[in-house]
């Protein structure tokens, strides 16, 4: 077997030249510079000439700070798996939240890509590396806790897709091109659930943060934010920005405080990136203390250029609801290009099972697939007792799998229990109030998360309760959506701007679009536990029929 070679020095250039061994100075490389002060700084890199390229940060002013080295070497290694290393280990470290790392983006961003035995160096020669460094004290977290955070999901440094890098590339021209031209220009990302919009966003705010400091770059100096109107995914954004040099957590805002702060200011901004642009308001929210008529279209006013992530078929409620028309009436009246996402990036989910969720979602009713070893696990329980017995066993395994639950049981915000399918089930709705996200909290194991706590979150495993709203139409065999017995009822305050028949319509449909999140959230597997007892005896015969 051969032999990984892990050596730490003083980081001065006579321990650079004393620097011998043939895989350490004359191979490819990873290594990482750090120093052990309160609030450590790292910077990780790889080389193919390593006493070069350690002489080059002794005289980098930016590396003044860092006393120590580390040189990761193997006989094996060659410059693809250093990347993937690299890569791997700064993904880490944002999530160890151990070191302020001082990386920035490359000129180039990360693709994913094959190559010669990737799984032996991605898998079996990193968790020799990263074992190697939580003994040495140089990192905490094991790998399967840390993959399990939100903030590594989102990390600025995850190797892209083709079509995310295409995107991504398109945005930082249209930027560079746009800055210094007169009036607002948008740019339009579309994805479903699960097509890896926020990674994408992430990785674009930390590059063009990393543009605005860098001197010679046409975006520098510029006044940049990331509007985020999720409360958990805020958290998220905030916890990242203590671990990247240009990330700072007064550029991440909700989109009504962005309004409001530069109207006091009197100023405007450069870029600004919108997550989720679904979730915006399209009327006044007096009570959110928001006064205008539509949310994207004072977004657009107030910055230079605006990226916006967005996605009709998250749309939550009849205040933040977008139709085609009212989309293009607010970008036709600025210069704006639209781009697509397609690409499933959440879910490990083969054609079938995906045709099948898709069929569920326009209220169709099918046979489930076959179930194949390894495949996407997609299963209705007859029994809550197992539903939820299962879910644990999958957390207990896996870790990051958790019960939702369709918006149809009372819940009001006076510090009472409230409980999903309290003759069933019988778990309280999410109580549990932290500055971590809400499925990061483990004893959130013990209850039922909503639209409002998962929206945008990767889960292992997901348990779907398919409430009271959630019925089955026996004459047409399909899905009945039934709006009077959804319980949230901010979700449903009628728009005058909108005919009677089509605030009904719209009620509908958001049903189904919060179905469509919840049910998209599982990597591995979605488990449904219907509450309608003729639903569930339904979809138990449909799952027979390929058993």
């Known amino acids: 077997m051969q032999k990984l070679i892990i050596k730490q020095l003083p980081f001065h250039t006579a321990a650079v030249n004393a620097v011998q061994e043939e895989h350490l100075s004359n191979y490819p490389i990873v290594y990482i510079l750090h120093n052990e002060k309160r609030r450590p700084d790292a910077y990780i890199g790889q080389t193919v000439q390593a006493s070069r390229r350690m002489k080059q940060h002794l005289k980098d002013n930016k590396r003044h700070k860092l006393d120590r080295f580390i040189l990761i070497g193997h006989e094996r290694l060659n410059q693809s798996a250093t990347y993937n290393i690299e890569s791997k280990l700064i993904n880490l470290f944002i999530a160890d939240n151990r070191y302020r790392l001082q990386n920035v983006s490359q000129t180039a961003s990360r693709q994913m890509h094959n190559y010669y035995d990737k799984a032996y160096y991605n898998e079996d020669l990193f968790h020799q590396i990263w074992e190697h460094l939580r003994q040495e004290n140089i990192a905490e977290g094991s790998i399967d806790a840390l993959e399990n955070k939100d903030v590594y999901k989102l990390s600025p440094y995850k190797e892209l897709t083709p079509e995310q890098v295409e995107v991504k590339e398109r945005i930082l021209a249209f930027c560079r091109e746009r800055m210094m031209a007169s009036g607002q220009h948008v740019f339009i990302v579309e994805g479903d659930a699960g097509t890896g919009k926020s990674v994408l966003l992430s990785s674009l705010f930390n590059t063009i943060q990393d543009s605005a400091a860098e001197a010679f770059s046409p975006l520098y100096q510029t006044d940049n934010y990331l509007l985020v109107n999720h409360g958990e995914m805020l958290k998220t954004y905030k916890s990242m920005a203590g671990s990247l040099p240009n990330l700072k957590k007064k ?52 910055s230079r250029i605006t990226i916006v992530i ?238």
């Open 251 to 302: 550029n991440f805002v909700k989109p009504t405080s962005f309004v409001n702060q530069l109207d006091k200011q009197g100023r405007m901004a450069d870029i600004t990136l919108v997550d989720e642009a679904h979730l915006l308001l399209s009327k006044p929210d007096t009570y959110n203390n928001f006064h205008y008529d539509n949310h994207l279209d004072e977004i657009i006013k107030r």
């Open 310 to 547: 967005f996605d009709r078929r998250q749309v939550l409620k009849l205040k933040s609801y977008w139709n085609e028309r009212l989309m293009q009436e607010i970008t036709s009246h600025y210069q704006a290009d639209t781009m697509h996402l397609t690409n499933q990036m959440r879910m490990n989910i083969d054609e079938e099972a995906r045709s099948w969720l898709e069929a569920f979602l326009t209220k169709q009713l099918r046979p489930l697939p076959e179930r194949k070893p390894k495949d996407f696990e997609l299963k209705v329980f007859d029994s809550p007792a197992q539903f939820r017995k299962t879910i644990e066993e999958k957390n207990e395994q896996y870790g990051l799998s958790r019960i939702v639950s369709t918006f149809d049981y009372l819940h009001k915000k006076d510090k009472n229990t409230y409980y999903v399918d309290e003759d069933g089930l019988h778990m309280p709705w999410n109580q549990t109030q932290d500055n971590l996200t809400w499925a990061e909290q483990s004893g959130t194991i013990k209850e039922v998360g909503s639209i409002y706590t998962v929206q945008g979150f990767d889960l292992n495993y997901v348990g779907v309760v398919l409430g009271p709203s959630i019925k089955y139409d026996e004459e047409n065999d399909q899905l009945f959506i039934d709006p009077a017995a959804y319980q949230d009822r901010g979700a449903f305050a009628s728009r005058s701007d909108l005919s009677k028949e089509e605030n009904e319509r719209i009620k509908e449909q958001i049903i189904l679009n919060s179905l469509n999140v919840l049910m998209k959230r599982g990597i591995h597997g979605l488990y449904l536990y219907p509450t309608d007892p003729e639903l569930r005896r339904r979809l138990l015969i449909l799952q027979e029929e390929n058993a």
